[in-house]
């Protein structure tokens, strides 16, 4: 029991490292630390009360709020990735918060990402029941090549309308949300590329 217990803490701190790295990058603290030390340490260690590596792993999945045109569907359907987006605008023009938010608890923690729209009724009803989220958008001077991406997608011309009528504005709205994780996105980036 405790060597499956010392397996698991590595494999979860092995995960941490990498997760650092991606975020701090590669002169953060952990790339200093190597994997093979931490192994080690928790060898002399396992006579200490193996409850000690019982930690929950609150990140098992992640929850992003991304922006149109960034590439959650692509992720969704033409890659390995366990990943689900779930678009609160079918729950909201028909009432359904409280089902937005069970479809949401639903997928937690049985995919890898769950991907949400970036509107802020909708991340504030998540964001009340607990949940971290990070939202993603693209840099406003932007708005021309995510044009590009609508168009080349095939976007309704309607959606694009007002994609580009309230371009400003959403993004800007976005920015303001303090109780989000921010990732804003350069030019050719995607969110394969950040996450």
């Known amino acids: 029991m405790k060597k499956e217990k010392i397996i698991e803490a590595i494999t979860r701190l092995s995960a941490l490292k990498k997760q650092m790295n991606r975020k701090f990058g590669t002169e953060s603290y952990t790339e200093r630390c190597e994997l093979h030390d931490i192994k080690e340490l928790l060898i002399q ?15 098992v999945c992640r929850l992003y709020a991304a922006f149109c045109g960034t590439g959650k569907t ?44 970036t509107d802020p009724d909708g991340l504030k009803l998540l964001h009340g029941e607990g949940f971290e989220i990070t939202l993603i958008y693209p840099k406003n001077e932007l708005r021309n090549e995510y044009l590009d991406r609508y168009i080349e ?7 694009i309308g007002v994609f580009m009528k309230y371009w400003d504005p959403w993004i800007n709205e976005l920015k303001e949300q303090s109780y989000c ?6 030019s050719g980036q995607y969110l394969q590329d950040v996450i």
């Open 181 to 186: 994780n921010h990732i804003v996105l350069g």
């Open 74 to 117: 692509f992720i969704c359907e033409k890659t390995n990735v366990k990943a689900v987006e779930i678009e609160y605008w079918k729950y909201k023009d028909k009432g359904l918060q409280k089902e937005y938010i069970e479809e949401v608890k639903k997928y937690y923690n049985n995919v890898d990402y769950i991907f949400i729209a």
């Open 153 to 159: 997608r095939d976007s309704p011309a309607d959606f």
């Open 45 to 59: 260690v396992n006579s200490i009360d193996i409850k000690i590596l019982n930690i929950p792993n609150k990140d």
